[in-house]
């Protein structure tokens, strides 16, 4: 095992540590005195982008799959070791990344690991339970299918990087699912599920040394095999992806690029965000919602992916009105890119970033998962000072080159669910 400092103190109780394990996977944690709570998450760096469109799902699949048996559990073991004990565990696939993660007493460490351990390693991926889990995923892509506001950021996405895996979605479709064998769930596993692709993450009251003792001794995951990021998403041109519902309103997503992960530009998207659609305070809430009475949701958003990502606003509307809405959008981010930031606006976003950014740094899940993406996209940890820092040296002119990017009315792209039989939306007009 190789230990490297992986930051400066957080805070008078909050210490963060990382080490190597001797097979290559990555622990770090944060210890913080004052809960009596840990958060747990292995994470494996795969995920639906590393999908071919024929195999769309099977990351989100094999994620399934790992709760439903080994040698030693059955699905309902598996549920009640944490489950029994006042914890939980549970599990999510995104783009890049696929997460196992636990919440539990701190005496229950070992359990944790040994459970999480088990099922790594040692999954069965039983044909029967594969048939029924299947069926299990369909529904939740009908579910997906059924929510407009979710099939819209989808849409938005697969205008955006048409061509490329990031635009299939994460759970797959009916067709790919149902073609998913289980040869090609256990394949994918002991493909991907290697040791210098996984980094485990902690927070909450714990030891690192102990965590680090009991994760070595437990974790066995497959021998590291040569891979690829695979390629970044080819240049593209704004266009527009619809589908059309019989519900009551359009909802639609606009959006461009952005950059990635690691790019400096992160913290002025993030003033960015906050002020022209984070909140109720926010620009466009204020403006299309407040005064003129268009829309109940309005809200911007931003995801970055490990070389780019996407900022973007959400909305939602009756159809009758949905050209008034978008015009009054066009026109509040017009008025941005022309007039600049007010002084106070800008100082407003900062301290709202901040003062959200600490909240949710109270809870041992946030710390965990922050840690984890940190290591992953940053290589390194960045602490609560350094992010804070990094938030104040934000300027002005940062904010505006990024805003000049991200709503340029020519480089949107959109995303639009509902009723389009009944109005018919073209690029131009949804662009404003």
């Known amino acids: ?73 059955g699905a309902r073991e598996i549920a009640l070791a944490l489950e029994s004990l006042g914890g939980y565990l549970s599990a999510f696939t995104s783009e890049e990344l696929t997460c196992y993660y636990a919440k539990f007493l701190d005496e229950h460490l070992s359990v944790a690991i040994e459970v999480l351990a088990d099922i790594l ?55 790919s699912v149902a073609s998913i064998s289980r040869e090609d769930v256990y394949r994918s596993w002991r493909h991907r599920y290697t040791d210098d692709d996984i980094v485990i993450a902690a927070s909450g009251h714990l030891d690192h040394d102990h965590l680090v003792d009991l994760a070595s001794r437990s974790f066995k995951f497959f021998p590291s095999r040569v891979s690829s990021d695979g390629p970044p998403p080819p240049a593209s041109t704004p266009r527009m992806e619809s589908a059309c519902r019989e519900i009551s309103q359009i909802h639609m997503c606009l959006g461009a690029r952005t950059r990635g992960y690691a790019h400096p530009d992160r913290y002025p998207l993030m003033i960015l965000n906050a002020i022209v659609g984070e909140g109720m305070s926010s620009r466009l809430f204020q403006r299309v919602r407040e005064q003129r009475g268009l829309v109940y949701t309005i809200y911007t958003f931003f995801h970055l992916n490990r070389d780019t990502g996407q900022f973007g606003i959400y909305l939602a509307t009756d159809p009758a009105q949905a050209r008034e809405a978008m015009h009054v959008v066009a026109e509040e981010c017009r008025h941005l890119l022309e007039e600049g930031l007010r002084q106070q606006e800008l100082e407003h976003a900062k301290s709202q970033l901040k003062g959200g950014l600490m909240l949710a740094l109270e809870g041992t899940s946030a710390r965990m998962m922050r840690l984890a993406e940190t290591q992953i996209f940053l290589g390194t940890h960045i602490t609560l000072d350094e992010t804070i820092g990094a938030i104040d040296a934000v300027t002005e002119a940062d904010v505006m080159r990024v805003a000049g990017h991200a709503l340029g009315a020519e480089n949107l792209s959109a995303g639009v669910v509902g009723p389009l039989d009944t109005v018919e939306l073209s690029l131009k007009e949804v662009q404003g």
């Not at 069926?135 to 099939?151: N, W």
Request: charged share 30%; proline share 4%.
């Open 121 to 175: 390693a040692n999954s069965i991926i039983d044909e029967e339970e594969l048939a029924r889990e299947k069926k299990v995923v369909a529904e939740e892509i009908k579910r997906f299918e059924d929510s407009p506001d979710k099939y819209a950021h989808y849409l938005l996405s697969k205008a955006l990087f048409d061509g490329h895996p990031l635009a299939i979605p994460i759970m797959g479709t009916l067709d």
């Open 1 to 73: 095992m190789i230990e490297q400092p992986a930051g400066s103190l957080l805070s008078d109780t909050t210490l963060c540590r990382r080490s190597t394990l001797a097979d290559g996977a990555t622990i770090i944690s944060e210890r913080m005195d004052h809960v009596r709570s840990i958060s747990l998450g292995v994470w494996v760096r795969t995920g639906s982008r590393d999908e071919s469109e024929a195999q769309a799902g099977i990351t989100h699949m094999i994620e399934h799959m790992l709760f439903k048996g080994t040698p030693t559990r």
